[in-house]
C-alpha cells in the first residue's frame, strides 16, 4: 500500500467509527503484513454497504464524495483499489438483495457510478 493510498484510507476511516473499526479489523487480521490496498478498501466498501441505513444521508453523501475523489485520483494505486476494492464490493452486496442496488447506486459520483454500472454490465 503506497502512502496516497493509506493517507486516503486515514482520512476515510475519519468519517466514521464504523469505518475505522472495519480498517482496524482488517489489518489486524493480516498483521504483520499490510492488507493489499484492494482488499482494504473491498472491506471498507463492505462496511459502508452493511451499515448504509445507519451512517445516514450526510455522513454516505461525504463517504461517496470521498470515493469519488479516489476513483479520479491521478495515482493509480488509488484509483484502482477504489474501483475493483470499494465500488465493486458496494456494488456486489447491493447486487444481492432486489432494490438494495437502486437505493445504493444513486449515492454514487459520476465516475463512480460509471464504473458500477460497467461492472454490473460485464
Do not use: C
Not at 11 to 24: D, E, G, K, W
Not at 52 to 74: C, H, K, N, V, Y
Not at 107 to 122: N, Q, V
Amino acid at each position: 500500500m503506497n502512502n496516497v493510498s493509506r493517507k486516503f484510507i486515514d482520512r476515510l476511516v475519519a468519517v466514521s467509527p464504523t469505518l475505522s473499526s472495519a480498517f482496524n479489523e482488517t489489518v489486524e487480521y493480516w498483521e504483520p503484513e499490510t492488507p493489499p490496498v484492494t482488499i482494504a478498501f473491498a472491506e471498507l466498501g463492505q462496511s459502508v454497504f452493511e451499515n448504509f441505513e445507519t451512517l445516514g444521508p450526510a455522513r454516505i453523501q461525504e463517504i461517496m464524495a470521498m470515493i469519488e475523489e479516489g476513483i479520479a485520483s491521478d495515482d493509480d494505486e488509488l484509483s484502482t483499489a477504489v474501483a475493483t476494492g470499494f465500488i465493486e464490493a458496494v456494488v456486489g452486496q447491493a447486487s444481492k438483495v432486489e432494490g438494495d442496488l437502486e437505493r445504493v447506486l444513486p449515492t454514487f459520483g459520476r465516475l463512480s457510478r460509471s464504473h458500477a454500472e460497467a461492472w454490473i454490465g460485464s
